[in-house]
């Protein structure tokens, strides 16, 4: 994956790697809240959390309704 976690820095190596690991989790949250039925005001934490979670290398991402939970 284009990307690392390094401390608490996450770092893309273009535009394009960015945008690509956005999809990632907003494809994630999108079935969270179909399967909620609600809509996630703390989408930007959900996202977060993802990210440094798939940056880290985690194979299972699971992010939790409190998304910094470290679970």
Same mark, same amino acid.
């Given at each position: 994956m284009s990307?690392?976690?390094s401390g608490?820095?996450?770092i893309f190596n273009s535009h394009a790697d960015l945008a690509a690991a956005l =999809? =990632?989790?907003a494809a994630a949250?999108? !079935?969270h809240e179909r399967q909620t039925g609600a809509r996630d005001e703390?989408?930007?934490d959900w996202y977060?959390?993802?990210l440094?979670? !798939?940056q880290s290398g985690q194979k299972e991402? =699971?992010?939790s309704a409190t998304p910094l939970d470290t679970r």
């Open positions: 990307g690392r976690l608490d820095q996450t =999809r =990632r989790p949250h999108g !079935e703390n989408w930007p977060a959390c993802h440094a979670r !798939e991402i =699971r992010v």
